[in-house]
């Protein structure tokens, strides 16, 4: 089936640095690419959505300037959060759709997810 | 604007019991899903729900879509320990290529 990598699987940064996560689709091509948020215990929170080789749309009271997206290749969308702080750590999740063996049209694929802790 | 509501949010089980989650979504909807998350962990994919009257199953699993009363159920027969985790709906729009999610519900198995 279809398979999203994401990395890293957690990462501990000092405020005010930026870390880069990356989501990759291994078996399919990825045509649009999900960012979403999870504090503990809450339902996720869609934070953008990237089409290969177009910018992201940004959901209401994302800041796209702190939450940088590239979806540069069909296969790869990376998400930067930038100057980070401590009230940015939390779970992102990626997600990706699109065609290719083993995706099916109605389908989402999520990446594992990574926790971000800014200390 | 698209709301999907769950409930119950939390749900203790009894071992070998049979429970329900219901999914209620505000406008018509394309597509419905079903996703399990265990802690820490990313979500798992249950079913996809395409039409009307649609029922899946999976296991101990079984889901159902009603797309007039714009309500989906989760059944869960005889509960197991393993079963303990939050369980997602989701549904999306062939037109607004995105996942609305309900709270989720936390369920705990106990014997």
């Known amino acids: 089936g279809a398979v999203v990598s994401q990395h890293p699987s957690w990462v501990i940064c000092k405020s005010g640095t930026s870390v880069k996560i990356e989501c990759r689709s291994l078996?399919?091509?990825?045509?649009?690419m999900f960012w979403y948020r999870q504090f503990p215990k809450q339902s996720l929170m869609l934070m953008a959505t990237?089409?290969?080789?177009?910018?992201?749309?940004?959901e209401q009271g994302v800041e796209k300037d702190k939450f940088l997206i590239n979806h540069a290749s069909l296969t790869l969308s990376t998400l930067t959060v930038t100057s980070a702080h401590p009230e940015d750590s939390s779970f992102y999740i990626c997600?990706?759709?699109?065609?290719?063996?083993?995706?099916?049209?109605?389908?989402?694929?999520f990446g594992s997810g990574t926790r971000l802790t800014v200390v | 604007e698209l709301k999907v509501e769950q409930n119950p949010l939390f749900l203790s089980m009894q071992e070998g019991k049979n429970y329900t989650i219901y999914c209620n979504y505000s406008t018509t909807s394309d597509r419905l899903y079903w996703y399990r998350q265990d802690p820490g962990k990313s979500l798992e994919s249950l079913f996809v729900?395409?039409?009307?009257?649609a029922v899946k199953q999976e296991g101990r699993l079984m889901a159902s879509l009603d797309t007039k009363a714009r309500l989906s159920t989760l059944h869960i027969t005889a509960a197991v320990h393993d079963l303990s985790a939050t369980y997602f709906c989701a549904v999306d729009f062939l037109n607004d290529y995105k996942l609305s999610f309900g709270a989720g519900t936390t369920v705990t198995v106990r014997a």
């Open positions: 078996d399919f091509q990825a045509t649009t």
């Open positions: 997600s990706a759709s699109g065609t290719g063996r083993g995706q099916s049209a109605y389908g989402y694929t």
């Open positions: 990237s089409n290969e080789g177009s910018k992201a749309t940004y």
């Open positions: 729900l395409l039409s009307n009257g």
